[in-house]
């Protein structure tokens, strides 16, 4: 079957810097989303990595290992607005985007 | 400004009863989707399509039904049929159906049924 992992909630601190995983198995690999959700809210996107490595954005980085099934979420300088729950999703080689339960971060002043 | 809208925001029906769910995107996208996502569970594909008059059911399409008559427009009718319809829908566009191409969301009807 197709399996997409984050953990369920985090915590971290303002100003303080936060990794979220996500492990997946896929029929296939066609590229790895980051998205953003809001409590309530429509998810947002914030990355797409595709080969090897790390893809900076801003104060939010996403990192890709292939090999490994892996990937992580790299947010710097945590701000308040920064709670919210953060979804991994995987394209299969059907091109089908197949979701993480999402991963709760909430940040503490 | 270019967006997708979804009406209403909450939706309220008695058990048995049909209701539809509207999704308008003015994006000049090709391809549409429906998703609903329950608690502690990731986004679920209900229905897709990637061009007018034709589309593709997802991995829980029982109970739902679509259309897609326009390129703006793909509304999702929740019938009597789906035993569990009580949750948040999230209706999304992209430009194309290629992997790389990013799903732009509505803000989503949350649907309760009594």
């Known amino acids: 079957g197709q399996n997409i992992d984050q953990p369920t909630e985090m915590t971290a601190t303002e100003g303080a810097i936060v990794q979220i995983n996500c492990t997946y198995q896929t029929s296939g690999f066609n590229g790895l989303f980051w998205y953003q959700q809001h409590a309530g809210e429509a998810p947002t996107f914030l990355s797409y990595?595709?080969l090897d490595g790390l893809e900076e954005k801003g104060r939010f980085s996403s990192f890709l290992s292939r090999s490994k099934g892996y990937s992580y979420l790299l947010l710097k300088e945590l701000q308040m607005k920064d709670s919210a729950s953060y979804l991994c999703?995987?394209?299969?080689?059907?091109?089908?985007?197949?979701w993480g339960a999402g991963t709760k971060l909430i940040i503490k002043p | 400004d270019g967006g997708i809208t979804q009406s209403p925001k909450y939706l309220f029906r008695k058990e048995g009863q049909n209701v539809t769910l509207s999704c308008e995107q003015n994006l000049n996208h090709d391809a549409m989707y429906w998703y609903r996502q329950d608690p502690g569970q990731g986004l679920r594909l209900i229905y897709y399509?990637?061009?007018?008059?034709?589309?593709q059911k997802g991995d829980i399409a029982e109970g739902y039904s679509v259309s897609r008559e326009k390129k703006e427009s793909f509304p999702l009718t929740v019938t009597s049929a789906q035993k569990n319809p009580t949750a948040f829908y999230l209706c999304?566009?992209?430009?194309?159906?290629?992997?790389?191409?990013?799903?732009?969301f509505g803000p989503g009807t949350r649907l309760t049924v009594l």
């Open positions: 990595n595709v």
């Open positions: 999304a566009s992209s430009i194309g159906d290629r992997a790389y191409n990013e799903q732009f």
């Open positions: 399509s990637q061009i007018v008059n034709d589309f």
């Open positions: 999703a995987v394209t299969d080689s059907n091109y089908q985007l197949i």
